[in-house]
């Protein structure tokens, strides 16, 4: 009994773990087991009953009532709002128009759109599904493989999550104290680096198969120089606005995330009602879809904190570093190195969220006491958690690509046509995730890539 007593957080996650193939809620399975052995360790005499008081007052103070927060639904809001007034689908015309000549290029195009999309809504879900939408037709239609189409699309709809604005970074901001401007800053290079890694092996892979990947028909496009152009100022330039005005007002100080999230909300009502699809049966649509979707994030993000609680109040922060420590893990590298590895493993079975919420509060306090100034540079202590949270990030885009729980696969698979399985969409995604495990070793080697711009722009000091 002591030791179901001593290891009670070791079998919380262990059944955690296994719940989460019972096909419920991923929000009622965190909450609903953390209140199971919440009353486990009051009969154990490990866990008080008042405790349990603690979490309204927590969940309200951490999320309900955060204004840094206020900005997640207005980017869900103008995501599904670009998606549902045809803007992404005249952008990817117009890249697939512009890429023609490369091999490829479809593809490319929709690693672009992707990039582009990434960095004016930050939502995933809605990404993967309008690209599968958009693109997936197009792309077989052209005789791309199908592996090579579905895992170009689920790697581009998941740099949502790392592109400025990125809801995952203004959660991981407020949750170690670090300004939202300073990660946005941050996640910019090593987003185009790897959108650029994405290019890279879609270029070799069209090569060196032309097969894979036909090239567009000449016949199909602007036939003139002046109508390139101008399907270039219709379709190209006012999403590359929207990104300037979000992420300039941003970068410029002119505004708060929170502050940027609204202007981008009119952006994109604005964009809407350019293209001819602003009324108000879109507009319903539109509400409707950003509030469910608003709800499902905010719901997990109540179960994670509940779960966080009780595991961290029966001794799991003691558990990991009594493991540390057993298995022979103290200096900082190697702790480090346990972090991305134990969360590129949770990212198989975890949405980021959970594992945001369980793996931050319990390295971050670990690794900020160890000195890495030799290798990222000297600079403030905020230095190191803007790093940290940059190489979290890339590591936990490859949980939206793993099975069996990548929400990516889940969402793609309910889009595409029954010619395509789950066999075809696990073997296209597997060079993507060996392309992101190459960008966060990047990240790790050389960490100015995620600190150079954060650092001229002022907000590391």
């Known amino acids: 009994m002591s030791w179901i007593t001593h290891y009670l957080s070791l079998i919380l996650f262990a059944v955690l773990a296994v719940s989460l193939f019972s096909g419920y809620p991923v929000a009622f399975v965190l909450g609903g087991i953390a209140i199971l052995f919440g009353y486990i360790g009051i009969l154990l005499d490990v866990f008080q009953p008042i405790q349990f008081f603690n979490l309204l007052p927590r969940v309200w103070g951490t999320a309900a009532s955060n204004p840094v927060l206020v900005a997640v639904p207005m980017f869900i809001f103008m995501g599904t709002m670009l998606e549902r007034s045809g803007v992404a689908n005249d952008l990817l015309h117009c890249l697939q128009v512009i890429t023609r000549r490369v091999p490829g ?23 993967v599904v309008m690209l599968t939408m958009i693109a997936l037709p197009s792309m077989l239609e052209r005789g791309y493989q199908k592996q090579l189409a579905v895992g170009t699309i689920a790697s581009a709809g998941t740099l949502g999550i790392l592109v400025p604005p990125s809801i995952m970074l203004v959660i991981m901001g407020d949750l ?71 992420l300039g007002s941003i970068f410029g100080g002119f505004a708060t995330p929170t502050e940027a999230a609204g202007v981008g909300c009119i952006g994109a009502l604005f964009l809407a009602r350019v293209n001819g699809r602003l009324n108000m049966k879109t507009l319903r649509e539109v509400i409707e879809r950003a509030g469910l979707t608003n709800g499902m994030v905010f719901f997990i993000f109540f179960g994670a904190q509940l779960f966080s609680y009780v595991f961290r109040s029966l001794g799991g922060d003691d558990i990991i570093i009594e493991l540390l420590d057993h298995i022979g893990i103290n200096t900082g590298w190697e702790i480090l190195a346990f972090m991305l ?33 030799p290798h990222i540079g000297e600079g403030a202590p905020i230095l190191f958690l803007t790093w940290f949270v940059v190489m979290l990030s890339v590591n936990l885009q490859t949980s939206f690509l793993t099975p069996p729980f990548g929400f990516t696969l889940f969402y793609m698979k309910g889009t595409v046509p029954p010619s395509i399985n789950m066999a075809h969409i696990y073997r296209g995604i597997i060079p993507f995730v060996v392309l992101q495990l190459v960008g966060l070793i990047l990240i790790l080697m050389f960490p100015q890539l995620a600190l150079w711009l954060p650092r001229v722009s002022g907000f590391l000091y």
């Open 105 to 127: 290029g479809l593809a490319m195009s929709v690693t672009l759109m992707g990039t582009i999309m990434a960095a004016t809504t930050g939502i995933v879900g809605a990404s």
């Open 176 to 246: 170690l104290s670090v300004s939202v401007g300073a990660l946005f800053a941050a996640a910019v290079f090593p987003g185009l680096v790897l959108a650029g890694l994405y290019l890279l092996y879609i270029g070799i892979a069209s090569f060196a198969r032309p097969e894979r990947a036909p090239p567009l028909p000449a016949d199909v496009g602007p036939k003139t120089q002046g109508e390139l152009w101008a399907l270039i100022g219709k379709s190209f330039f006012p999403p590359v606005l929207l990104i300037v005005l979000v």
């Open 341 to 373: 590895i134990l969360t590129f493993i949770l990212g198989f079975f975890f949405d980021w969220i959970e594992i945001t919420l369980i793996v931050l509060p319990v390295f971050a306090p670990i690794l900020q006491a160890v000195d890495f100034g």
